[in-house]
Nanobody
Framework: QVQLEESGGGLVRPGGSLRLSCTAS????????MGWYRRAPGKERELVAQ???????KYGDSVKDRFTISRDNAGNTVYLEMNSLKPEDTAAYYC?????????????WGLGTLVTVSS
C-alpha cells in the first residue's frame, strides 16, 4: 500500500508564487516517477510536470518556463515551484506516483490540493 501526502496549495494573487510538495511512503520497491496533474473546473485533467527516476523532467505546455519540478535526494518527495501564477492556473492539483511493487509498475493518486489564483 502506498500513501501520498500533498501540501502547499492555497490562495495567491496573479503573478505570485506557490510551492507544492508531495511525499510518497509505503510498500514499494522503487519509484519510477512522480508528477503533478491538475483539473480546472469544467476541464479535463492535464499534465503539469513529471520527474522520472533518472532525473528527466516533462512539463505541460502551459506551465513551461514558469513551473519547476524537483525532488529530494531520497526520491520520495517531489516539489513543484510555481511562479508567475495566472488565474488560469486555478485548479485542483493531484500528485501521482508510478512505482514498482511485486514486479508490476503501478500508479497511485493523491487526494489533491487546491490552488486558487485570484486578486
Amino acid at each position: 500500500q502506498v500513501q501520498l501526502e500533498e501540501s502547499g496549495g492555497g490562495l495567491v494573487r496573479p503573478g505570485g508564487s506557490l510551492r507544492l510538495s508531495c511525499t510518497a511512503s509505503g510498500n514499494f520497491v522503487s519509484i519510477d516517477g512522480m508528477g503533478w496533474y491538475r483539473r480546472a473546473p469544467g476541464k479535463e485533467r492535464e499534465l503539469v510536470a513529471q520527474i522520472f527516476s533518472g532525473g528527466t523532467t516533462k512539463y505541460g505546455d502551459s506551465v513551461k518556463d514558469r513551473f519547476t519540478i524537483s525532488r529530494d535526494n531520497a526520491g520520495n518527495t517531489v516539489y513543484l515551484e510555481m511562479n508567475s501564477l495566472k488565474p488560469e492556473d486555478t485548479a485542483a492539483y493531484y500528485c501521482n506516483v508510478a512505482y514498482w511493487s511485486d514486479y508490476v509498475l503501478r500508479n497511485y493518486w493523491g487526494l489533491g490540493t487546491l490552488v486558487t489564483v485570484s486578486s
